[in-house]
């Protein structure tokens, strides 16, 4: 099996101190294990480089950003442990995000689903298409946005993630996540979304280092406890996994897609 079928992670860090890190994978950028680690290890090496001044997270295609967890190692779950193993790679990822020192801005061009909306609001800026409209199906398929919960509510506020999370079968659109605070630009294609991302990564480069990692203190107040609280969080959605009523909603689902 080629890497492109196991999708990958990539680092690179500009001349200017732009760290670039960007993910693939052929099941419309979701997520399994592995690639979570690779992204929460890219993440962690470009926040210690100190070459780097901002990070930059992107993924690649034009239509979805980021699908969420890999459904079919969901599925592959047998026990507690190995399920809470599982989710606590969208908390390391988060947490990689929340405890580096520098300012990761996220390029979001396509449609964002469950995990995917979590790495966008672990971000500390987030610039989107017109297509980039975002889904929480957890409850459709028997679990909840438990991990990511902390970090979309922290953006969006808790009235707005009730009505992301209860309908949980329906996109909100672009226009809807810029107005609840989960983007903060919306552009209409991609290449205004390239030239916006890349003129302020260029920028935020040139600031002092030292304001910058200020800033992100700053950003992240009153998170100190999220390392225990999204291990937590991973337990319950770990176990959740493994009930029939969630089983047979990942089978459904992945019929109804094949």
Not at 27 to 40: F, G, H, M, V, Y
Request: proline share 3%; charged share 20%; with cysteine.
């Amino acid at each position: 099996m080629s890497s492109a079928d196991n999708g990958n992670v990539s680092l690179n860090i500009s001349n200017s101190g732009i760290a670039t890190i960007s993910f693939y994978h052929p099941a419309q950028n979701s997520l399994p294990s592995a690639l979570l680690d690779e992204l929460t290890e890219k993440i962690e090496s470009a926040g210690n480089d100190p070459q780097t001044r901002i990070i930059l997270l992107k993924s690649e295609g034009d239509r979805t950003f980021c699908a969420g967890a890999s459904f079919d190692e969901l599925l592959q779950i047998k026990d507690k442990e190995a399920g809470a193993q599982f989710f606590l790679g969208f908390a390391r990822v988060i947490n990689a995000c929340r405890k580096s020192s520098k300012i990761v801005i996220a390029r979001v061009q396509g449609k964002s689903v469950g995990g995917g909306v979590g790495l966008a609001a672990a971000a500390d800026y987030c610039l989107a298409t017109e297509a980039a409209s975002i889904k929480l199906s957890e409850l459709a398929i028997g679990i909840g946005p438990f991990v990511i919960s902390p970090a979309v509510t922290r953006k969006i506020g808790l009235p707005a993630f009730s009505q992301l999370t209860i309908r949980a079968v329906d996109f909100q659109t672009a226009q809807w996540a810029k107005e609840k605070g989960l983007f903060n630009e919306v552009y209409a294609d991609i290449a205004s979304l390239d030239e916006a991302v890349n003129a302020l990564a260029e920028k935020l480069a040139s600031y002092h280092p030292e304001a910058l990692t200020g800033l992100k203190q700053i950003l992240w107040e009153g998170t100190e406890d999220w390392d225990e609280l999204l291990k937590q969080r991973a337990a319950i959605s770990g176990e959740l996994v493994l009930s029939e009523f969630t089983q047979q909603a990942l089978h459904g689902f992945l019929s109804g897609k094949r």
